[in-house]
């Protein structure tokens, strides 16, 4: 059993920063990838940013030159730095893992989410 627990949400004005974090838990042989995705009201599930075991970064379009993501896999715990954040930032924030077991076998984890909210 994996459980991820995420941090660091809040409201922010536009403008701001907010740090998330998710700190993976429980037997924990190989990840592959780390990622955070988001949800706002109405709206499908996105990618928001991913980084590999080889500390290769992807980014969706809308948050690329704003948003960092970065993974210390000593802890197991993947981060995001939100800057310059926008009222179309809002959504509720899911951190996943992409892992595997000593057998090789693939699993996926989601976080319970966290809130963040852009407004004046």
């Known amino acids: 059993q994996v459980r991820l627990v995420e941090s660091g949400g809040g409201l922010v004005q536009p403008g701001g920063s907010l740090r998330l974090s998710c700190a993976a838990s429980g037997i924990i042989f190989s990840i592959r990838t780390m990622a955070w995705y988001r949800q706002a009201p109405g709206k499908e599930r996105e990618l928001v940013a991913v980084?590999?075991?080889?500390?290769?970064?992807d980014y969706g379009d809308s948050v690329k030159g704003r948003f960092t993501i970065s993974r210390d896999n000593a802890k197991n715990t993947v981060y995001l730095q939100m800057n310059y954040l926008k009222p179309e930032d809002t959504a509720v924030y899911y951190c996943?893992?992409?892992?595997?077991?000593?057998?090789?076998?693939?699993?996926?984890?989601w976080g319970q989410g966290t809130q963040v909210t852009v407004s004046s």
């Open positions: 980084v590999t075991s080889g500390g290769t970064t």
């Open positions: 996943n893992i992409d892992r595997t077991d000593w057998r090789g076998t693939r699993y996926i984890d």
